[in-house]
């Protein structure tokens, strides 16, 4: 069955260096990838969407690598700042919108 | 712009109660809509996606049900509440090609 894996564990990271969060999956060719941020009682908000025919994606801060040959994806955060702690998601999609969600990482940026 | 509106925030029901949750958006037509439901720690589950009015697509079997009965109209129901059914429950549409889902501020939801 489609898997979708995001380290389960918090990341905690100095302010200012750079914060890079890794999500793999399995039994799934993927049309696409997108990241979400998600802050405690909220909903995700889209932060990035990149296709399978791209390698690198990025905005402002924010850098996403795909990899379909190792199926995993790269989420990097330059110059981390306390704001950014939340939790980031990674969803999969096919063709027909249709997603499938990793659990998220819970990413804390110590001032 | 395209928003969405999700109420309530919160939500306490005592066990075997109806329940009823309203999502309705703005600034767009005839979107695609889908009700998720998110556990502590684990993915965002879909449970109903409808792609018009009348239309429902369910992804789990379970005590719920949707409707959609305008456009920009979803609507999550239960007859009766379980336990299980405790959650935070998220509406959401798709944006255009290079833009990811819009999702409403959900409902956290409490069968005690």
């Known amino acids: 069955s489609q898997k979708i894996e995001q380290n389960s564990e918090a990341l905690n990271i100095q302010e200012g260096k750079t914060a890079t969060l890794t999500c793999n999956y399995t039994?799934?060719?993927?049309?696409?990838l997108q990241w979400y941020r998600q802050d405690p009682g909220r909903g995700p908000v889209f932060l990035l969407l990149?296709?399978?025919n791209e390698k690198e994606k990025r905005k402002e801060r924010l850098k996403v690598t795909f990899d379909t040959t190792l199926k995993q994806s790269l989420f990097h955060i330059t110059a981390s700042q306390p704001a950014d702690s939340a939790t980031y998601l990674c969803a999969l999609g096919d063709s027909n919108y249709q997603l499938i969600w990793g659990a998220g990482t819970k990413l804390i940026i110590k001032p | 712009s395209q928003t969405i509106h999700q109420w309530p925030a919160t939500l306490v029901q005592p066990v075997g109660s109806p329940l009823s949750l309203e999502c309705t958006v703005e600034?767009?037509?005839?979107?695609?809509l889908y009700w998720y439901r998110q556990a502590a720690g684990r993915g965002l589950q879909l449970l109903f996606y409808?792609?018009?009015?009348?239309?429902i697509s369910s992804e789990v079997p379970q005590n719920l049900s949707a409707s959609r009965p305008q456009d920009r109209q979803f609507i999550l129901s239960s007859k009766k509440l379980l336990l299980s059914d405790s959650g935070f429950y998220l509406c959401a549409f798709p944006g255009a090609s290079n833009y990811g889902y819009t999702f409403g501020s959900g409902t956290r939801l409490t069968v005690v």
């Open positions: 039994n799934y060719s993927p049309a696409y």
């Open positions: 600034g767009t037509s005839n979107p695609n």
């Open positions: 409808s792609v018009g009015i009348g239309q």
């Open positions: 990149i296709r399978e």
